[in-house]
Nanobody, 115 residues
Framework: QVQLVESGGGLVQAGGSLRLSCTASMIDFKMYSMDWYRQAPGKQRTLVAS???????YYSDSVKGRFTISRDNDKNTSYLQMNNLKPEDSAVYYC?????????WGQGTQVTVSS
């Protein structure tokens, strides 16, 4: 079955960096757009960054200039490099793979930024 596995979360001080990874299996990865979402306690899940199958990218205003999304189709993996982290970036981060009517989610990885 399709699996998306996130890793790389953790506890970091404000101003620090983390790199999240999302590795997919059982999909034709290169065809899929890859999204990163986050959800803080009591808040809605929101889109943080997205990379299309042609490499075009999107960033939410809150992370633009600090986060970088990328993908390695040979490794079936999407990355989210997060720099200059702020306490308000604390959340569970989820990756999503989407292609036409298909959409798959990972289990999430916790990111906590201390002030």
């Amino acid at each position: 079955q399709v699996q998306l596995v996130e890793s790389g979360g953790g506890l970091v001080q404000a101003g620090g960096s983390l790199r999240l990874s999302c590795t997919a299996s059982m999909i034709d990865f290169k065809m899929y757009s890859m999204d990163w979402y986050r959800q803080a306690p009591g808040k809605q899940r929101t889109l943080v960054a997205s990379i299309g199958n042609t490499g075009n990218t999107y960033y939410s205003d809150s992370v633009k200039g600090r986060f970088t999304i990328s993908r390695d189709n040979d490794k079936n993996t999407s990355y989210l490099q997060m720099n200059n982290l702020k306490p308000e970036d604390s959340a569970v981060y989820y990756c999503n793979a989407r292609f036409v009517a298909y959409s798959y989610w990972g289990q999430g990885t916790q990111v906590t930024v201390s002030s």
